[in-house]
């Protein structure tokens, strides 16, 4: 069963738009601070933004793999032919990562039942179905 996080804090929300605009407006000669009053967003969200230090956005950690390598690894799967199991599809994922020359992605060289959740929610039109036998 996956982890899930109870939030016991309201987090500000704005959209990548908001932020878009108010990094913008930062470029364009505003400083951090006006930019955080006015937008009501955190001046250190703004700042790392603005710097470039931030590879994704919305909380959390990003993923291992990024939005493309995802959905390239989805349809690569759907198109297989053969059904997967959870093992066999945590495997050829293990392969992926050491085909994109990141072997260490993975604590144990193999992806986790958490990750594999995570992948699922992400991709619902990804099922894995399980091979049955045939019948004489």
């Known amino acids: 069963m996956p982890r899930t996080c109870i939030k016991k804090t309201e987090r500000q929300q704005y959209s990548k738009d908001d932020l878009k605009n108010a990094i ?21 969200t703004l700042q ?6 931030v590879e994704h956005f919305g909380p959390g950690r990003p993923t291992y793999f990024t939005v493309e390598e995802e959905k390239y690894l989805a349809s690569a799967l759907t ?5 997967l199991t959870t093992h066999d ?5 293990a392969v992926y990562a050491r085909e994109l020359g990141r072997p260490n992605m ?13 992948f699922m929610k992400r991709h619902a039109e990804f099922k894995l179905k399980t091979p049955q036998l045939l019948k004489k």
């Open 48 to 53: 790392r933004h603005a710097a470039g230090d």
């Open 79 to 83: 198109e297989w032919g053969e059904p």
């Open 89 to 93: 599809f945590l495997a050829i994922t």
């Open 106 to 118: 993975f604590s144990n060289e193999i992806a986790s039942y958490d990750w594999y959740n995570g």
């Open 24 to 44: 913008d407006s930062i470029k364009e000669g505003g400083t951090i601070r006006q930019v955080a009053r006015d937008s009501h967003m955190p001046q250190a």
